[in-house]
């Protein structure tokens, strides 16, 4: 392998952006199954968005214990586990009939499922591979979830209008089984070291640090500042995602719009943000991931408060989310990205998980204020506000994170300060 033009880790990065495709495209799917859903089960959306909400949080929570599984056993054996119980709670929504079953099937099973084949286990092993091309490579993970919700959210749409909405998740999960599995076994390397390279594919000996000067554990790194900047700016990610996904296609036909126009304003936001992300990735291992981050939160502002204020105008819509996706996809690659630099490679599991944590925290809020938000007023007037209002206030967090590196040497992690 190390003879390969191909340097491995893009071989690496590759797989789990297939992984995280498909993982990623399955959970912004809840707006399309929203409305026949609630029809069928005998719901009201605020009922459907409680149980996506607590799927949502307990999504994030696990996260922590993923990230700490996949630092400590490595990412294969935690993907093969999670490929199976996310293809089985996917195929067994097709079965639901009560609303007990929903939560056991959607809000604890697909939420283990999704969150062993998720961005935590990802970029912690993407970052090992890569230090000089890291938000490139982190990028092609953001570039795979968009492009996932690009493309899983108009074809869920039409097959849920072709086939009907059990059947369709039928389809999802045999998906997900015969892309993640495979690739899991054949492809995923926990580290570049494993394989005899050194991050980035150069020679072992200019590796610039051993692997226990680039790791901190999640406590340590939980005492300071920079840890809460992210995280916290990182929630207001969760809010508006969850919301969008959601609530955004039921909006959109709540204002008037054909139910594929709406589909497709999500999936062009996504594909429009596959190039974006990419961009963003090159820029930011130029200039660093912090301004980019202060970017992606401020425009994401301005576009979500235009999604929900434009009404009855098609191109117009179509022209924010094409705009749009230069915001949507970036954060996690620079969160991984920054995550690294501050607190080490080998501590983005774990670390990034408990980040992740209040991240989906977030999330759970989005997807629950957007239900409560329609049953009580009738919109989503207020959810969406909140959104906007919180994602400038996740600007100004990034702008003043302090982002020198914390990572010290295993035996001196108790000297590690609080608040520094």
């Known amino acids: 392998m190390s003879t390969s033009r191909v340097f491995f880790g893009w071989w690496v990065a590759l797989s789990f952006s297939a992984m995280v495709f498909l993982s990623t495209g399955i959970r912004f799917t809840v707006g399309p199954f929203l409305k026949p859903m609630v029809a069928d089960l005998g719901l009201d959306r605020a009922s459907f968005s409680l149980v996506v909400s607590v799927g949502l949080f307990l999504y994030g929570a696990v996260m922590p214990a993923v990230g700490r599984l996949a630092d400590q056993l490595g990412a294969r054996p935690v993907v093969v586990a999670g490929a199976i119980v996310l293809a089985g709670s996917v195929a067994a929504n097709a079965l639901v009939q009560h609303y007990w079953q929903l939560w056991i099937v959607y809000g604890l099973g697909m939420a283990l499922g999704l969150a062993m084949t998720g961005h935590v286990v990802a970029s912690a092993v993407i970052t090992r591979w890569f ?14 979830s968009m492009a996932g919700m690009s493309l899983l959210v108009p074809i869920s749409m039409w097959l849920i209008m072709r086939i009907g909405w059990r059947l369709t998740y039928v389809v999802l999960a045999a998906a997900a089984l015969v892309v993640i599995l495979p690739l899991a076994l054949w492809v995923m390397r926990d580290a570049p070291e494993s394989m005899g390279l050194a991050p980035d594919g150069a020679p072992v000996a200019t590796t610039r640090a051993p692997a226990g000067d680039e790791r901190m554990t999640a406590a340590a790194a939980m005492q300071t500042r920079p840890f809460w900047h992210i995280a916290l700016a990182l929630s207001t990610c969760g809010f508006s995602m969850s919301l969008l996904s959601a609530h955004g296609v039921p909006m959109l036909t709540d204002h008037g719009y054909h139910p594929m126009v709406a589909s497709w304003a999500f999936a062009l936001l996504g594909g429009t943000n596959v190039v974006f992300a990419l961009i963003l990735g090159t820029v930011a291992d130029r200039i660093g991931a912090r301004p980019v981050l202060v970017g992606i939160y401020g425009g994401r502002a301005i576009a979500v408060a235009l999604l929900f204020v434009i009404r009855d105008q098609p191109l117009a819509i179509m022209l924010v989310a094409a705009l749009g996706g230069a915001t949507m996809a970036g954060t996690f690659a620079m969160t991984s990205a920054l995550t690294a630099d501050i607190f080490g490679r080998f501590s983005v599991g774990s670390v990034f998980g408990a980040m992740f944590l209040v991240h989906q ?31 400038l206030s996740a600007s100004v967090l990034s702008l003043t994170t302090d982002v020198r590196p914390r990572c010290v040497p295993a035996a001196s992690l108790s000297a590690v300060a609080g608040g520094r």
Do not use: D, H, I, Q
Request: charged share 10%; aromatic share 8%; glycine share 20%.
């Open 131 to 144: 230090t000089r091309r890291r938000a490139t490579a982190l990028s092609l993970l953001g570039a795979a």
């Open 361 to 391: 925290a977030g999330a759970a809020l989005g997807s629950w204020l957007g239900g409560v938000s329609f049953e009580g007023t009738g919109g989503y007037g207020l959810a969406f506000a909140v959104a906007s209002m919180t994602l």
